[in-house]
């Protein structure tokens, strides 16, 4: 095998590599040179006859590499083609539905209960949820209300049949606070919220025969009307903004003496008067004061030694409010097109 | 409670105060009011002189006046009748604004009208007040009335009412008085004194006698030959700005001093009446005519004035028709009493809720009956030329004392969380006309008679606090112990697994029909109703949350929303043992789709079974429940559903809903969420994680179509023995050529041992032993 040869060969496989545009061309083009009788084997057989071996094998290497390089490149080459084709076919509409698992949601009013509850229980109060059905000594009596008591008209209860100023459908989670201290065994201090469902006979745009309620208590020694309203702007800050302040306005409930109705700053309008506020700037959400002296005896605290504030509120005005809800109704309506939008965090 | 401006004047000096200031400050004294607005609120309003009346040339009703105003005369067409030449008349300028509307300079068929004159009914008074003579005809004042003055003034209508809801513990201020009172306190000034001058002639002559405990104070005054004729107009101005609509001057004369002293007051025609009464209790089913001429039937609970032999009159509520005052009237019984608050309230409730009944309800203060009969006895006199018969019917049994209160400095600085002194709290004390000795910081207090409402220290600390004012009270940071908050963390932890399975939660009323109570479930139990429920719907208490549900998907249907998967975690109430019960539930419901995806299927039983079963995993009771065949609630689908057990107890019951409840693939479960919670939870604790790998072996059987599952499952379970570590169902497929009644079932079954590594030739020799098992167990054929 002389210099001639070798170019000349190497000329071809360059000549032939050029026309090889599949794999399966490659594949035969490599049979035709390096297979059992390719060409490049067949002189590979040749060099036992060769005179000059070692010329003759160094010219063998230089064809042999010349196929070698050419193939690889050429596999490459080919390759990159094919997987391009490939991928080309596998192209999808990314703009297709995307395949989804269920996205559920927590009622609304759960949510503005979890966030009540966790609020106070980071500052140390307990949850405490009484049962539905209650006494009218739990509902009223023992908060104060005899039988009688004009005040009872506030609430139009639902007595059970046969039950009438005997057992009901509690109207207010003030049950909860009658429930705690009788249970509080060493009748010392109380931290509790009480949330729960509350029913009432009333049917409205802003009433609704079943609502929630929470209800505060704490009873400590040294505990005041100042305290109270420290307490209730830290929540009020926290749930309605910071932005927001609390007023008190004196007022009357048999449960608790002082009592104060608690506006907070108009979330709408920012206290700049609106017709949600009625011009005023201030949105009347909690009933609070300091537990009546009757109330702690009943409960079997001592109130010469004992006193204590509690607060309570609708929680369904909250979450009306924080998500601009205008008819109560829909909130226990239950239709798709309302839950499906708390299916997200809170903002 | 309507407060007249001008009513209230009769009592304290309000001079340079605004009936708005007033109303602000009364509602920071804890006494809220709804609105405060002129009596007439019409505007531009003056008093002219029909100087000429002429009949208009293209109409056969109105009439063309010239109108002097005193700085101008003006042309106004005008309609009413009894318009003519020379009467004083209201006129309503151009600009006016009424309550129909604004008056516009116009020209009427072709005369031009620069005002209007104007009608009592267009002065935007309540009809109530009106006469049918209001509505036709314009007013006609007086010859004294001055051209170009304000009209409202002269009729006597120039007032401003306040509207205070007031609460429940002050009925001191549903009067006049009591108003003052207050309205003295926040401004320190002071209250006029209430005239009952009279003169009498003669002793009374007739009988009271009280039978119940019910009446404690029951007084009577006799008074002779009243002329019924109209009130004079400040009576009826004031009347009429407090909401009660002038009748005569007798009739005004009681409820002027209602109005004025909070005491209800009761006139009898005493000829009518003759000359005893009796206080009692109403027989059971006895019956009264009351004034409204309505027969109402009694109970033992209602109290009744009567005579000899009959009630009539309701005690409180309403007099009797067959005593009332009329034209005729000439001699007059005048009761004040103070009747049972409860009792009232309980006959209010039922009867008639009046202005006399609401003020029995809140209580009233002694002092004020015998205050209120005598003032009667004054107007009377000089506004009904009555002659006050001497004596008095006395029936008394109340507490006489004066109420002492003592409270100390440091408690009112306690309880308030404020830093008062002695001299302001002495001062607050003062200007509320209560009587105080103050003796080392330690105050002793008497309370004035008509503060029913003040009976314990804590009521004077409020006191203290609204006049200090509550929201002076400067905010503290309680500091307590540090203490854990504790909180039901079961309840939240499995709603949030429900809401991350993709449901949504509902909250759906308590109250439903009766009818549904007992479906959706097999137990047996005692349903709850309301005494008196607002509906049909809304009548018991429910037991299963299914109903609730099952209405919600209903709902949302009937709007196109047919993807519906919810879940609702509430209370199922029942009696037993006499006792009023409650559960904790949690009920599911899912239907349409469940995965959002184009191709995807609806929701079947697997779909929610897998959902039940995440569940009960996720609350720790994996391998301690099954769902099985059983007894279902007949509105499940018989062969789509099955029972849930836990440890060996029904907790629930999961399944389709039966075609008669409704013809959609609907799929629901309900768990007893305290009877799954009465079952500990088992601990995470940690397992080594396998450090060998598992070796998976498929296996395919042919079985008769009604062996479940589970029975392969179990045949394989026991013979797979210690290695076999997982089975999981792959393939399943029925098919003509399997042969009738024949189904593939197909397993992955994974072996795995914790030691070592298995080999080909251990795994197999297991595999032949379940092959084994399962084809000769369950009449099965190995597929290749």
Redesign the interface.
């Known amino acids: 095998m002389d210099e001639k040869v070798v170019l000349s060969l190497c000329e071809e496989i360059k000549t032939k590599f050029e026309g090889v545009d599949t794999l399966n061309k490659l594949n035969d083009l490599k049979q035709e040179y390096m297979g059992k009788k390719g060409i490049i084997t067949e002189y590979q057989n040749g060099i036992k006859d060769a005179e000059d071996k070692k010329t003759y094998g160094m010219n063998l290497n230089k064809v042999r590499n010349t196929f070698d390089e050419l193939y690889s490149a050429k596999l490459e080459e080919l390759e990159t083609l094919e997987l391009n084709k490939k991928l080309e076919s596998e192209k999808i509409d990314i703009t297709?539905?995307?395949?989804?698992?269920?996205?559920?949601?927590?009622?609304p009013?759960?949510r503005i209960q979890?966030e009540f509850?966790d609020l106070?229980?980071?500052?140390?109060?307990?949850?405490y949820?009484g049962?539905?059905?209650e006494t009218d000594e739990n509902c009223f009596q023992k908060l104060n209300l005899p039988?009688?008591?004009?005040?009872r008209?506030?609430q139009d209860t639902?007595?059970?049949?046969?039950?009438?100023e005997n057992?009901l459908?509690r109207s207010q989670t003030s049950t909860g606070q009658v429930r705690v201290m009788e249970a509080n065994e060493d009748k010392g201090?109380i931290?509790v919220v009480c949330p729960g469902?509350v029913?009432r006979?009333d049917?409205d745009a802003t009433h609704s025969?079943?609502f929630m309620q929470i209800e505060g208590l704490?009873i400590?020694e040294?505990?005041?009307?100042?305290?109270l309203?420290?307490?209730l702007?830290?929540f009020s800050k926290k749930i309605l903004g910071e932005k927001t302040n609390?007023?008190?306005?004196?007022?009357?409930f048999?449960f608790t003496?002082?009592?104060?109705?608690v506006d907070v700053t108009c979330f709408k309008c920012g206290g700049k008067g609106c017709p949600l506020c009625k011009q005023t700037g201030w949105i009347e959400v909690l009933g609070a004061g300091?537990v009546?002296?009757n109330v702690l005896r009943m409960g079997g605290y001592d109130p010469e030694k004992y006193?204590g504030f509690a607060f309570g509120t609708g929680m369904d005005r909250f979450a009306m409010f924080k998500f601009g809800i205008t008819d109560i109704r829909t909130?226990?309506?239950?239709?798709?097109?309302f839950?499906?939008q708390?299916?997200r965090k809170d903002d | 409670m309507k407060l007249s401006r001008k009513f209230l004047s009769d009592y304290i000096d309000i001079d340079g105060i605004t009936t708005e200031q007033i109303a602000e400050d009364m509602t920071a004294v804890g006494n809220e009011y709804d609105s405060c607005e002129k009596l007439i609120p019409a505007t531009n309003l003056t008093i002219g002189e029909v100087i000429e009346c002429a009949d208009h040339p293209d109409s056969d009703h109105l009439h063309v006046c010239k109108v002097d105003i005193g700085s101008e005369v003006l042309d106004i067409v005008c309609g009413a009748p009894n318009c003519r030449k020379g009467i004083k008349v209201v006129v309503a300028l151009v600009g006016a604004k009424l309550p129909g509307g604004e008056i516009k300079a116009g020209v009427i068929r072709g005369c031009a009208s620069n005002g209007m004159l104007c009608s009592k009914a267009e002065l935007g008074l309540d009809s109530k007040f009106l006469k049918e003579e209001d509505y036709k005809g314009i007013i006609e004042l007086g010859e004294d009335a001055k051209l170009g003055e304000d009209p409202i003034k002269y009729l006597g209508l120039d007032d401003e009412v306040i509207d205070f809801e007031l609460t429940s513990n002050r009925g001191d201020l549903l009067s006049i008085l009591g108003m003052a009172y207050e309205i003295g306190a926040i401004y320190g000034k002071k209250v006029n004194e209430v005239d009952g001058y009279h003169n009498e002639s003669g002793n009374i002559d007739f009988d009271v006698k009280v039978e119940t405990e019910n009446c404690p104070l029951f007084l009577a005054k006799q008074v002779k030959n009243v002329t019924i004729k109209e009130s004079p107009e400040f009576i009826k101005n004031r009347l009429i700005a407090s909401g009660i609509r002038p009748i005569n001057n007798v009739v005004d004369i009681s409820n002027y001093v209602m109005l004025e002293l909070g005491q209800p007051l009761h006139f009898y025609d005493n000829d009518l009446l003759g000359n005893k009464i009796v206080v009692r209790m109403a027989k059971e089913g006895e019956e009264v005519k009351t004034l409204d001429d309505e027969v109402r039937t009694l109970s033992s609970e209602d109290i009744v004035i009567a005579d000899e032999s009959k009630a009539i009159g309701l005690a409180g509520i309403m007099g009797g028709a067959s005593t009332e005052i009329n034209e005729n009237t000439k001699n007059v019984l005048i009761e004040a009493a103070i009747f049972d608050s409860v009792k009232i309230r309980k006959t209010a409730k039922k009867v008639l809720r009046s202005e006399a009944s609401n003020r029995f309800e809140k209580g009233i203060a002694p002092i004020r009956t015998y205050l209120a009969i005598h003032r009667c006895c004054n107007l009377l006199e000089k506004y009904a030329d009555a002659t006050i018969v001497g004596g008095m019917i006395e029936y008394d049994k109340t507490f006489k004392g004066v109420k002492e209160i003592e409270v100390s400095l440091e408690k009112i600085n306690k309880v308030l969380g404020i830093n008062i002194s002695s001299e302001e709290v002495i001062d607050i004390f003062e200007r509320l006309n209560f009587h105080v000795n103050e003796d080392n910081n330690v105050f002793k207090v008497m309370i004035p008679p008509y503060r029913l409402d003040i009976s314990i220290k804590e009521d004077l600390i409020e006191e203290v606090g609204r006049m200090y004012g509550m929201d002076k009270i400067e905010s503290t940071k309680l500091v307590l112990p540090l203490k854990e908050g504790k909180y039901n963390k079961d309840r939240r932890q499995i709603k949030n697994k429900m809401v991350s399975l993709g449901l949504d939660e509902t909250l759906s009323y308590t109250l439903i029909p009766e009818s549904e109570v007992h479906k959706f479930t097999l137990d047996n139990f005692t349903h709850i109703n309301l005494a008196d429920p607002m509906s049909e719907d809304r009548k018991t208490l429910r037991y299963s949350l299914l109903y609730s549900l099952k209405e919600i998907y209903e709902y949302n249907k009937a709007r196109n929303e047919k993807d519906v998967c919810i879940f609702e975690m509430g209370k199922g109430f029942y009696k037993a043992d006499n006792e009023y019960k409650e559960e904790n539930k949690l009920a599911c419901l899912m239907t349409g789709k469940y995965y959002l995806d184009i191709n995807s299927t609806n929701v079947d039983f697997y779909i929610i079974k897998g959902v039940l079963e995440d569940l009960l995993d996720y609350m720790g009771y994996k391998g301690r429940y099954s769902i099985v065949e059983g007894n279902v609630p007949s509105e499940f689908h018989p062969g789509q559903s099955a029972v849930i057990m836990l440890q060996g107890s029904v907790v629930g019951y999961i399944g389709r809903l039966h075609p008669s409840v409704t013809k959609d693939a609907v799929y629901v479960f309900e768990i007893n969420l305290d009877k799954v919670l009465n079952n500990k939870a088992s601990r995470i604790t940690f397992k080594e994680i396998p450090k060998y790998l598992k070796m998976v072996k498929d296996v395919a059987f042919v079985v008769d179509n009604n062996v479940s599952s589970r029975e392969i499952e179990d045949v394989i379970k026991k013979a797979g023995g210690k290695l076999l570590n997982n089975i999981i169902l792959f393939d399943l497929y029925t098919g003509n050529n399997l042969g009738e009644n024949k189904k593939s079932i197909a397993y992955s079954l994974e072996f795995l041992d914790q030691t070592k590594t298995l080999t080909e030739e251990e795994v197999m020799e297991v595999v032949n032993k379940i092959i084994e098992a399962v084809t000769t167990k369950l009449d099965a054929k190995l597929r290749d």
């Open positions: 297709l539905p995307s395949k989804k698992v269920r996205v559920g949601s927590k009622h009013m759960t979890e509850e106070f229980v980071s500052m140390g109060y307990d949850v949820d049962p539905e059905i039988l009688g008591h004009p005040a008209d506030a639902f007595y059970l049949e046969n039950e009438y057992y459908l201090p931290r469902k029913y006979r049917d025969h079943q704490v400590d040294n505990v005041s009307m100042a305290d309203k420290g307490t702007e830290m609390v007023r008190f306005r004196p007022s009357y048999p003496e002082p009592s104060v109705e300091m009546h002296p006193q909130i226990y309506g239950n239709d798709e097109r839950l499906s708390f299916e």
